[in-house]
């Protein structure tokens, strides 16, 4: 395990309640990195896991799960609190240069991702004599299994102008690298329960002289979260009401509480927004 006087190069916060088999596809996908085997590797990655669960999964099992490399730090949440506390749990107790949100059912693309993403750091640093508050890429969104959408790419890979892409979408939250010190001095917001991570990407991107976007897919995203799901009347009056949202936000609501009754065909519209504004940028 690093010691404290050495930081981590990275802290990778994994937040799950009550779903040990998609938490342990995750812990799998980061102890499959390959950037772990190189020189120093395993000390320059901490995981830690925040757990709500009624029954939490001990730190042997979650150990077996990650294999022995990264260092481990497993905390105790209350579910009540919601994710963005847990969230923010997880990152007041992180000590990395950077930090990554990894929940439980999402995992890296594949095998090179981390180190794909360490490396583009380093080259834009030396480049800029500077380091990069944000790193973001391609995230693969996966419906359901019961779904008949085929996965796809988040941004899609045909846009062109990334910059004009962030006026009118945000990157999955996953598929971000964040400057520790940065993350840790800006938390979520707790007055928007269903939306704190998009207020906190936006601030984080807000800045483009200080973003590198990493045209590749980094991991993959399975559908069906909170956020992601078309809000009934009860969800759509309280989103509307969270004050992190921009008029573009709220209007984007309405609408989707209006295609409620294609919640079926709803991941077919994800995919055909994504890849339209794709051709359009």
Request: charge should be positive; aromatic fraction near 8%; hydrophobic fraction near 45%.
């Amino acid at each position: 395990m690093a010691s404290l006087a050495s930081p981590p190069r990275l802290s990778t916060v994994v937040v799950t309640r009550n779903n040990p088999n998609e938490l342990q596809a995750t812990l799998a996908s980061i102890a499959h990195q390959t950037a772990l085997l190189a020189p120093k590797g395993a000390a320059a990655v901490e995981v830690i896991v925040v757990d709500g669960s009624d029954a939490a999964v001990g730190p042997q099992q979650l150990r077996s799960w990650l294999g022995p490399r990264p260092a481990l730090l497993v905390l105790r949440d209350h579910p009540a609190c919601g994710i963005y506390a847990a969230m923010n749990q997880g990152l007041a107790a992180s000590r990395g240069e950077l930090v990554q949100f990894l929940n439980a059912g999402d995992a890296w693309f594949d095998q090179h991702a981390l180190a794909a993403v360490l490396q583009a750091l380093e080259q834009w640093a030396s480049q800029h004599q500077r380091p990069a508050r944000a790193l973001f890429g391609q995230a693969l969104i996966c419906p359901q299994q019961s779904s008949w959408v085929a996965p796809w790419l988040v941004p899609d890979p045909s846009v062109s102008q990334v910059r004009r892409w962030l006026r009118i979408y945000v990157p999955n939250h996953q598929s971000m690298v964040v400057d520790g010190v940065w993350a840790r001095a800006n938390p979520f917001r707790l007055d928007a329960p269903h939306a704190a991570d998009r207020t906190w990407m936006r601030a984080a991107l807000h800045d483009w002289s200080q973003v590198l976007y990493l045209n590749r897919p980094l991991v993959r995203y399975q559908l069906g979260g909170v956020s992601s799901r078309l809000p009934d009347w009860a969800l759509l009056r309280l989103r509307l009401r969270e004050p992190s949202r921009t008029p573009v936000d709220k209007l984007a609501e309405v609408v989707k509480f209006g295609l409620r009754p294609l919640q079926p065909a709803y991941p077919a519209l994800m995919a055909l927004r994504s890849r339209l504004i794709g051709w359009l940028l």
